[in-house]
């Protein structure tokens, strides 16, 4: 990406060119790194006709698609009812699952479906390793589901995986499997968010492991990462993807309940722009304090100096906070090693302390 285009992003857009739209977070698995640590719903959801609502305004601000997780989405009753009205109003729908509900019949009535993408979540290359994080049966489910998606004639489901010291051992299997069902491979960065506050370090890649990840990724065209790696970038030639922290600028994420909050990996009330409740969802976006001191920073006062700086913007910013440090700090995983000198986080298996003081949201204005 050009420097021009990176500013434009950096100062934020009109709407969100990422936007994840959690519909539940009820969940008939309990991950042991789920970033929302889904499990039950909140009765208070929005409704069918609040998220239909919310889905014109996606399509009056030219959103034209939305990333549907939770939770699992397809424990929702009126599921189908969401995505259809989304896709036939012309707002694209990726929706992420952990396959369970997508028997023969659902599987074709999703294949019938234009602007769709269907994303099933696998940890491991085998029912042990995938099991041990997603729970007895999970891996089983997935590719059940997969296999009624390549019978249905589904085109070209996503087998999404979380980098984890396991999952990056097996990267080949793992694309095995993909090719095996027709899918493709989609690998994203584990965060310590959620219930993955408390596995992430025993759960996150060595620093080894990171430049290994980094090694297989430059040389598969076919994978998608979804820019989880940009840290990794000034291990060599940047990766496909923004490059940058994009929370609040061109990235947010809307909860089951409608609050709005910076990214889906900042799921915390410091991260809080307000609820489409009370204010439109486009305001909100455009006129959000909280977004605004972020679209109005160049980046870590720390890594400005940095001469890998244009390649990562100082790293992920809920890294940074959910591992207890600043956002002027390095991002812990930082490839040249400088987050280490912000926090004892050696081999990344050191204890994580959560700090919810406002101050850490505090970042240099230098415009």
Request: hydrophobic share 35%; charged share 25%; net charge negative.
């Amino acid at each position: 990406m050009n420097g021009e285009l990176r500013d434009q992003m950096r100062r934020g857009l009109a709407s969100p060119i990422c936007l994840t739209w959690e519909i539940t977070y009820g969940c008939n698995l309990s991950c042991v790194h789920c970033l929302s640590s889904s499990g039950k719903r909140r009765p208070d959801e929005l409704t069918t006709a609040e998220s239909k609502t919310l889905i014109d305004r996606f399509r009056e601000m030219s959103i034209f698609y939305v990333n549907i997780g939770g939770g699992e989405p397809m424990i929702r009753r009126d599921f189908f009812e969401i995505i259809e009205y989304a896709t036939t109003n012309r707002v694209g729908v990726k929706f992420s699952t952990n396959g369970s509900r997508i028997d023969k019949d659902g599987a074709r009535r999703l294949a019938a479906m234009d602007y769709l993408d269907v994303q099933i979540s696998i940890d491991g290359h085998d029912r042990e390793s995938n099991d041990a994080i997603r729970g007895d049966g999970a891996f089983e489910m997935a590719i059940r589901a997969l296999s009624n998606l390549k019978e249905a004639g589904f085109d070209t489901p996503k087998i999404s995986v979380v980098a984890t010291r396991d999952s990056v051992e097996h990267l080949d299997g793992l694309d095995a499997i993909a090719k095996e069902y027709g899918a493709q491979l989609r690998i994203t960065r584990l965060r310590p968010s959620g219930r993955g506050v408390d596995s992430y370090s025993y759960l996150n890649p060595t620093s080894n492991q990171q430049h290994r990840l980094y090694q297989w990724l430059s040389g598969r065209s076919d994978v998608l990462t979804g820019d989880s790696f940009f840290h990794l970038s000034p291990l060599g030639e940047p990766l496909d993807g923004l490059n940058m922290c994009g929370a609040g600028r061109v990235v947010c994420l809307i909860d089951p309940v409608g609050d709005v909050y910076a990214c889906p990996f900042t799921i915390d009330d410091n991260f809080k722009a307000g609820n489409i409740r009370d204010r439109d969802f486009e305001e909100i976006w455009q006129g959000s304090p909280l977004f605004q001191s972020f679209r109005e920073t160049e980046g870590p006062t720390s890594c400005t100096n940095c001469s890998a700086f244009a390649a990562c913007n100082g790293g992920c910013m809920a890294t940074k906070y959910f591992t207890g440090l600043s956002l002027d700090d390095p991002d812990p995983d930082c490839a040249k090693g400088l987050g280490a000198n912000s926090k004892d986080l050696q081999s990344n298996t050191a204890l994580i302390t959560i700090s919810r003081r406002p101050q850490r949201l505090e970042l240099s204005h230098q415009r």
